[in-house]
């Protein structure tokens, strides 16, 4: 079970942290054994906050941090453990504080760092862990500590710049969504009540959005309960392998967003497994496992089918040929790279490439939305008015 822990030292500071044990009984004896004075031992497992994002969350930037101020601490001497000491003391962020505790206390065990961070797969990931523990084989963690930190720079550049593109008209068409429900539920029956008891004739336009609104003040219950089901039958369908498959399928053919969507999977899996290589991973757990990071089922399924003809002896340029999911300019670069020995280094530059077009269609995708939406919204905004208005302006020339 997963405990949290708050104790004094000897020298009457305060430390705290988390631990994994069968009992409070048995931390309570481990805590005390290192010199340390118990004041309170909860157990988190069963809290159901505990796996909120906004109450246990450790944010990448600060990881970045952590595993660049590691790498730098590594190279300037320091050791493992001392690092790991001076870093709990500047982080402020209370979990990844409690986190570093915990991996001290592993490593003062005789566990590698590999082993101690693996016990938190929602901070450190599969990937992570990996490449540290080729590190730590090599001799050379403070290296790829930093060449860690510079992927996970990129990685987050490339998911905010993504996320940007898609803020602006997600934010729109939930305005928009939100000011047709309010006008549906609140305005538009009030509407209809004083042009029945005025006997005004309504146009078309004003008949189509008060039926609307009818409808929806009458079932809208019905309405909330047909989306709920359908909701939860879509989840628990795409969550199979043939749903996942055809929702990751149609992902792709989507105009515009696929291809964005595919640039951005490949500079994540051309990154990533660059990343491996160059620390020495064989190439083909290095592929296994870039299989899991690329979100999805197409280009895992893909990579997996890759991996298992370089098994067979198949070079990796020629087997991501086999698949058009991989375009030539990364078929090519991989080639090369094999014919120079330097496959992580041509990765690296295939990734470079990659985010540099999802970077342009980003801007051009932004750039070519805002007067598309602006067009909608106004023919949204016209429609409502005009239905409103109209009857309005019918009576006042009726009574003139």
């Known amino acids: 079970m997963r405990l949290r822990y708050k104790a004094i030292t000897k020298e009457g500071k305060v430390a705290q942290g988390l631990l994994d044990a069968k009992d409070i009984g048995e931390t309570a004896g481990y805590l005390r054994a290192r ?4 004041i309170s031992i909860v157990r988190i497992d069963n809290q159901f906050w505990a796996d909120l994002p906004f109450f246990n969350s450790v944010k990448n930037t600060d990881l970045v941090i952590f595993t660049r101020q590691l790498s730098s601490m590594l190279t300037s001497g320091l050791t493992l453990m001392r690092a790991l000491e001076i870093l709990k003391e500047q982080v402020k962020n209370q979990t990844l504080i409690e986190i570093i505790t915990s991996i001290i206390a592993d490593v003062s065990e005789g566990k590698t760092f590999a082993q101690a961070i693996e016990k938190y797969p929602k901070v450190f990931s599969h990937i992570y ?4 523990k080729a590190g730590e084989q090599s001799g050379l963690l403070d290296k790829v500590l930093l060449r860690l930190a510079d992927n996970l720079e990129k990685q987050s550049k490339l998911q905010s710049t993504i996320k940007s593109a898609l803020m602006y008209p997600a934010i729109i068409i939930i305005m928009m969504v939100a000011v047709m429900v309010i006008m549906m539920i609140f305005v538009l029956p009030q509407l209809a009540v004083l042009y029945q008891n005025l006997n005004v004739p309504l146009p078309l336009p004003t008949q189509i959005v008060v039926g609307l609104s009818n409808l929806v003040v009458a079932t809208w219950p019905i309405i909330l309960a047909a989306i709920a089901v359908f909701a939860f039958f879509y989840r628990r369908w795409s969550k199979t392998t043939d749903g996942r498959l055809i929702i990751d399928t149609l992902k792709l053919k989507l105009p515009i967003f696929g ?5 951005s999977i490949l500079a994540e899996f051309s990154r990533t497994l660059g990343l491996l290589v160059g620390t020495g991973t064989l190439v083909v757990d290095a592929l ?3 299989a899991e990071t690329t979100g999805n089922v197409n280009y895992r399924n893909a990579i997996t089918a890759v991996s298992k003809q370089v098994e067979k002896g198949v070079s990796v340029g020629d087997a991501l040929a086999s698949y058009p ?4 300019l990364l078929i090519q670069l991989v080639k090369v790279g094999e014919q120079t020995g330097k496959v992580d280094e041509t990765l690296g530059k295939a990734s470079e490439y990659f ?4 970077d342009g269609k980003v801007k051009t995708l932004t750039t070519a939305m805002e007067p598309f939406i602006m067009i909608v919204l106004g023919i949204a905004v016209a429609f409502l008015i005009i239905s409103v208005i109209t009857p309005i302006y019918s009576l006042i020339s009726s009574i003139q």
């Open 259 to 263: 291809k964005l969507m595919e640039q």
């Open 288 to 290: 296994l496992e870039t």
């Open 35 to 38: 010199g340390l004075i118990p």
């Open 325 to 328: 999911l991989f375009p030539p």
């Open 129 to 132: 862990v990996s490449i540290i």
């Open 355 to 358: 985010e540099r077009e999802v």
